[in-house]
T-cell receptor, first 113, second 114 residues
Framework: GNSVTQMEGPVTLSEEAFLTINCTYTATGYPSLFWYVQYPGEGLQLLLKATKADDKGSNKGFEATYRKETTSFHLEKGSVQVSDSAVYFCALKEGDAGNMLTFGGGTRLMVKP | ETGVTQSPTHLIKTRGQQVTLRCSSQSGHNTVSWYQQALGQGPQFIFQYYREEENGRGNFPPRFSGLQFPNYSSELNVNALELDDSALYLC?????????????FGPGTRLTVL
């Protein structure tokens, strides 16, 4: 079956540091890939997505590139802010799997001033 | 454009009781998916509804059931509550058949089973 593996957190960074959160996946077909963010006490917000190999998703300074050869979708940001502190979830979706999303376990990011 | 809304925000029940959670989909969306998020974990897919019928189900027992109404809103019902059912329940809406079927999530309902 499908699965998503994320690096374990928490990840603690100082403001303006470079961020990488690793995500790898296992899927039988060619999934779409997503990053969602969850702020304390809230639901999930879509951060970015990519639907095919070599696509780059980007939003609010965050980027992730769909790497089919390494089955990865690592999240990066060049300069984090305190307001980026949240839990980040990598997810995949295969269209013939009832349109369900399969999530990783989440990575907590803490950014210190 | 109205986003996904869920009610209630919080709920406390005791073991063996039944609960109904509600979700209103985003304007223009026709599909609703439900997820269970245990504390410290990623969301797990429960089921999806499209055109008032179940359109996919995850690894959850039959005591988890749902409905979708003609206005595309949805309910999640859980019977015979167990302590392990304590979690954040998330609803997501999407547009099946559109240019994109990205799922957009509501704020969730926090269920505590005592």
């Amino acid at each position: 079956g499908n699965s998503v593996t994320q690096m374990e957190g928490p990840v603690t960074l100082s403001e303006e540091a470079f961020l990488t959160i690793n995500c790898t996946y296992t899927a039988t077909g060619y999934p779409s890939l997503f990053w969602y963010v969850q702020y304390p006490g809230e639901g999930l917000q879509l951060l970015l997505k990519a639907t095919k190999a070599d696509d780059k998703g980007s939003n609010k300074g965050f980027e992730a590139t769909y790497r089919k050869e390494t089955t990865s979708f690592h999240l990066e940001k060049g300069s984090v802010q305190v307001s980026d502190s949240a839990v980040y979830f990598c997810a995949l979706k295969e269209g013939d799997a009832g349109n369900m999303l399969t999530f990783g376990g989440g990575t907590r990011l803490m950014v210190k001033p | 454009e109205t986003g996904v809304t869920q009610s209630p925000t919080h709920l406390i029940k005791t073991r063996g009781q039944q609960v109904t959670l509600r979700c209103s989909s985003q304007s223009g969306h026709n599909t609703v998916s439900w997820y269970q998020q245990a504390l410290g974990q990623g969301p797990q897919f429960i089921f999806q509804y499209y055109r008032e019928e179940e359109n996919g189900r995850g690894n959850f027992p039959p005591r988890f059931s749902g409905l979708q109404f003609p206005n595309y809103s949805s309910e999640l019902n859980v019977n015979a509550l167990e302590l392990d059912d304590s979690a954040l329940y998330l609803c997501a809406s999407s547009l099946k058949g559109g240019a994109t079927d990205t799922q957009y999530f509501g704020p969730g309902t926090r269920l505590t089973v005592l």
